[in-house]
């Protein structure tokens, strides 16, 4: 039956004034985001508890002032002083870096290529890449250690380096080139009419308007290169040369595992990712914003 006030809805047979089913939609929102929140952190928190007792799961949930009594840092003393933690750390920011600068260097232009130059085969070349990201990456791991072996890049930071361009360039050409498609072509053809090359065009003109697209490309091939673990199993097999993923996985033992060890190291590799995410963050919004303006 209809509501005979106006001011008033009928809700689960319930009649509600629309501040109450505005109040109760606000709180049923904000429940549900502090859950999805919630058990996002939960593994970071665990992680963190254990890292600082590895008792953490017998006595945290029974019994919480015993697990606090045995609160120690000791275990990020023996992951920074003890073990080859740092080396892991430098050699995953190197070839972080490196890999990242490389990959977006190349998919830039070659996702300009593919997306604003017509040629034959342009977009048998597109989907061509596509395909490549169907496959797993533990198909090509054996003929690649074959071919790095043969050629003098195995158990190299080179090689991993290499590797992981290799790896990230068809989505990273394939998520750039559907941005520089919506681009308009007067941009750089008002700039060549000013006598500037293509190339040059594309340096002042279309890359500041695509540093959005850049940053996220910037993204997927840090947390890519970062996080990679079978690659780096495969082409490395010097301690002094590992990166962290391989590394942290060389301390699960066959009969025994040392927690608070593990989760120290695990949230060593995550804070760095987590701050750096967050920077490049707030400049994807820059981005967004100087390019919405210059459009």
Known sequence: MASQNPNKKEVFGLELSQETIEWGKTIGFHSLLWSLIFVVLLPVFWMI??????????????????????????????????????????????????????????????????????????????????????????????????????????????????????????????????????????LEEAAMIDGSTRVG???????????????????????????????????INDSGKSTIPPGLGSWVGQYSLQWDLMMAGALGATLPMFFILLFLQKYIINGLAEGAVKT
């Open 201 to 235: 065009a594309v340096i002042r003109v279309v890359i500041p308007l695509s540093t959005p697209a850049i940053a996220t490309t910037a993204i997927f091939a840090w947390i890519f290169a970062w996080n990679e673990f079978v690659m780096a199993l495969i082409l």
């Open 49 to 186: 508890m254990v890292s600082l007792n590895q008792t953490a799961f017998d006595t945290f949930l029974t019994n919480p002032g015993d697990w606090l009594a045995g609160v120690s840092l000791d275990a990020y003393r023996r992951v920074l002083y003890e073990t080859d933690f740092p080396t892991w750390f430098k050699n995953s920011v190197i070839v972080t870096l490196a890999s990242t600068a490389l990959a977006v260097v190349v998919c830039t232009f070659g996702a300009y290529s593919i997306g604003r130059m017509n040629f034959r085969g342009r977009k048998t070349v597109a989907t061509f890449l596509l395909i490549t990201q169907m496959f797993p990456l533990i198909l090509v791991a054996v003929p690649l250690f074959l071919i790095f072996r043969n050629i003098g890049l195995f158990n190299s930071l080179l090689g991993l380096t290499i590797a992981y361009v290799a790896f990230v360039l068809p989505f990273s050409i394939w998520m750039l080139r559907g941005f520089y498609e919506n681009l308009p072509a007067s």
